[in-house]
């Protein structure tokens, strides 16, 4: 067996994995030889990409805001990274 | 110094909640030749000395296009002559200027972006400089000379980004965003963001070098009421916040439009920022949408230290 892990990011609306995607992003193990997304977004919420066969790595935290910063907006708050492993071999 | 066509109140609420304003075909095609003839020139000078290969032209000789310095008046850093000099004496762009940074502001820096036909590299998203504080705020013009086509290297950007608090490319793991645009556009359209506004280099599936220029300019004087607000007055009220009952033509209507990137939560959070970016800009230190900062504001004065 030739494995190799292809992962896929999701940005949802909130904290539960069947929320919408808001963004995403695919990175190739295979280097093109495994299955590629085809829709943009691949998934319209996390639940879907788990009922497609990715599995679940990580997922945000959920921290409270920094004291005196509490109204900052920074980075996509609800990260979800997955994985499939792809055989090249069949 | 005659008049020039001032952004409108519209404008300027669109740009703090967006980010960019576009001006589709403003420069004449004179000037566009011009500066596809002149900014793939300037890029090779860069280009050669990034990489210490003498370009063969000495300082100061014909050929040589005096670059300013930073810091250096836009008004004396081009030659009215110039590509940069005439695209930013454009009255709509002067005005757009005028606006945003006032009359007198500096040149930070430019740079020529050529990005080559069949060039597929897809450049990671970032906002230039580093975490940069507000509500202050530099502009940047990304001009095209030419006609760019879908998928022919026109610049992606995020609309909306611009008050997100990130330092450069950490945000480049951001392959696909709802809502997200790839400039296309006909030639002599001007884009203005605002400093922070996410974007970066995409590829160029296209036969045709595609050629950009960017000039980043710092204001010099506090950035209020720069624009036409003769409309201001009646519309910057912030007392709408009744559910169902919101007035279409306040400024807060615009600055509480969200973005399809955006977390719903967040958006409610991207909204103070903007209000804190309208208070800065109209000199109004009440200006509020949907009571976000006058309840807590008040609030906090009723504790006593």
Redesign the interface.
């Known amino acids: 067996m030739s494995a190799r892990q292809q992962v896929l990011?999701l940005?949802l609306?909130?904290s539960a994995l069947d929320s919408r995607?808001?963004?995403?992003?695919?990175f190739d193990g295979t280097a093109g030889a495994g299955p590629q997304p085809t829709d943009?977004?691949p998934y319209s919420n996390g639940v879907d990409a788990l009922v497609d066969g990715w599995r679940l790595l990580q997922m945000s935290p959920l921290t409270p805001p920094v004291p005196g910063h509490e109204?900052?907006?920074?980075?996509?708050?609800?990260e979800f990274v997955f994985e499939r492993i792809i055989d090249l071999t069949r | 110094m005659e008049s020039l066509p001032l952004l409108t109140t519209d404008q300027m609420a669109s740009f703090v909640a967006r980010g960019f304003l576009r001006f589709d075909a403003v420069v004449p095609d004179e000037i566009n030749a011009q500066a596809i003839e002149e900014l793939p020139h300037l890029f090779r000078t860069w280009l050669d000395e990034f990489r210490g290969v003498s370009s063969g032209h000495t300082v100061g000789s014909d050929d040589e296009l005096e670059l300013p310095r930073s810091g250096t008046p836009l008004a004396h850093a081009y030659a009215p002559e110039s590509a940069f000099g005439r695209m930013t004496r454009v009255p709509a762009i002067a005005g757009a200027i005028a606006s945003l940074v006032g009359a007198e502001p500096v040149v930070d820096h430019h740079f020529v972006h050529i990005k080559g036909a069949g060039d597929l590299h897809a450049q990671g998203l970032h906002c230039d400089a580093i975490i940069d504080q507000g509500p202050a705020f530099d502009i940047q013009l990304f001009w095209f000379p030419h006609d760019v086509a879908p998928r022919e290297g026109g610049t992606r950007f995020v609309p909306g980004s611009h008050?997100?608090?990130?330092n450069m490319d950490?945000?480049a793991?951001?392959?696909?965003?709802?809502g997200e645009q790839y400039f296309s556009g006909d030639a002599g359209t001007v884009v203005i963001f605002h400093q922070g506004l996410w974007h970066a280099g995409a590829p160029n599936h296209g036969t045709r070098d595609r050629v950009m220029g960017k000039l980043r300019l710092n204001p010099t004087q506090p950035q209020v009421r720069l624009w036409d607000t003769s409309d201001l007055a009646p519309r910057n009220r912030a007392d709408d916040h009744m559910f169902a009952r919101m007035d279409a033509g306040m400024v807060a209507a615009e600055l509480r439009r969200s973005e399809?990137?955006?977390?719903?939560?967040?958006n409610r959070?991207?909204t103070?920022?903007r209000a804190r970016l309208w208070r800065y800009l109209s000199g109004d230190a009440e200006f509020d949408v949907d009571w976000y900062l006058t309840r807590t504001e008040r609030r906090a004065a009723l504790v006593q230290p």
């Open positions: 990011m940005w609306a909130s995607v808001l963004g995403w992003s695919f943009d977004p109204r900052d907006t920074s980075f996509l708050q609800h | 008050l997100r608090r990130v950490d945000v793991r951001y392959h696909h965003l709802a399809p990137w955006y977390e719903p939560s967040v959070l991207e103070v920022q």
